[in-house]
Nanobody, 124 residues
Framework: QVRLVESGGGSVQTGGSLRLSCSAS????????RSWFRQAPGKEREGVAA???????YYVDSVRGRFTISQDVGKNTVYLQMNSLRSEDTAMYYC??????????????????WGQGIQVTVSS
């Protein structure tokens, strides 16, 4: 069973930075897409960024230019560097994984494996 574990969340002031990590076990980077989603209170879960096993990255417009997704194949870990954070970035952030064909999809239903989520809070 694939297990995804997020870390690195917390509280930060507006304009600050955080880096999230998603460590995968019982899985390999090859052939996979790993994505970050987030869910704010009272809102639906939304896609944020994704990275394909061979390198291409995908971002939603609201984070493009501020967030950077990357991966360390040797550590089987995906990162989300979040800069210039805004209050609207406050949410529970989730790591998700499925086959590489899901990259670019922001539909929850397309991803089979999920982490437990980690809270990011941005305050002024």
């Amino acid at each position: 069973q694939v297990r995804l574990v997020e870390s690195g969340g917390g509280s930060v002031q507006t304009g600050g930075s955080l880096r999230l990590s998603c460590s995968a076990s019982n899985s390999y980077t090859s052939g996979k897409c790993r994505s970050w989603f987030r869910q704010a209170p009272g809102k639906e879960r939304e896609g944020v960024a994704a990275i394909r096993f061979d390198g291409p990255t995908y971002y939603v417009d609201s984070v493009r230019g501020r967030f950077t997704i990357s991966q360390d194949v040797g550590k089987n870990t995906v990162y989300l560097q979040m800069n210039s954070l805004r209050s609207e970035d406050t949410a529970m952030y989730y790591c998700a994984e499925d086959r590489w064909t899901t990259c670019g999809s922001w539909s929850e239903a397309d991803f089979q494996y999920w982490g437990q989520g980690i809270q990011v809070t941005v305050s002024s």
